[in-house]
């Protein structure tokens, strides 16, 4: 199993960016995708998460109305549209895959949001 993030960077507040998740080794379309954070100094958060179906997301009540994410079956690639930053969302974004019981994780990708 590999998750490789890509799509951080640096961005004011308000601006936007687009996290995305290639995957491999399993069958991506049949398993729930999740974007976690981690902030400096605090605990591993979920931002969202995709059911395989792609029906029923379900967001992080600070992020809701302005992260959206999304996967592409056919890329084995999810991803996750950062609108309206602000600064609390300065974090290391990671995607998360879990396979009978078991977690993967990628490498993270760092997002700043700064002035």
């Known amino acids: 199993v590999q998750l490789v993030e890509s799509g951080g960077g640096l961005v004011q507040p308000g601006g936007s960016l687009r996290l995305s998740c290639v995957a491999s080794?399993?069958?991506?379309?049949?398993?729930?995708m999740r974007w976690y954070r981690r902030a400096p100094g605090k605990e591993r958060e979920l931002v969202a998460l995709?059911?395989?179906?792609?029906?029923?997301?379900n967001y992080a009540e600070s992020v809701k109305g302005r992260f959206i994410i999304s996967r592409d079956n056919t890329k084995s690639t999810m991803y996750l549209q950062m609108n309206d930053l602000k600064r609390e969302d300065t974090a290391v974004y990671y995607c998360?895959?879990?396979?009978?019981?078991?977690?993967?994780w990628g490498q993270g990708t760092q997002v700043t949001v700064s002035s």
């Open positions: 080794g399993f069958t991506f379309s049949t398993y729930d």
């Open positions: 995709q059911p395989s179906g792609g029906a029923g997301t």
């Open positions: 998360n895959v879990r396979i009978w019981g078991a977690d993967y």
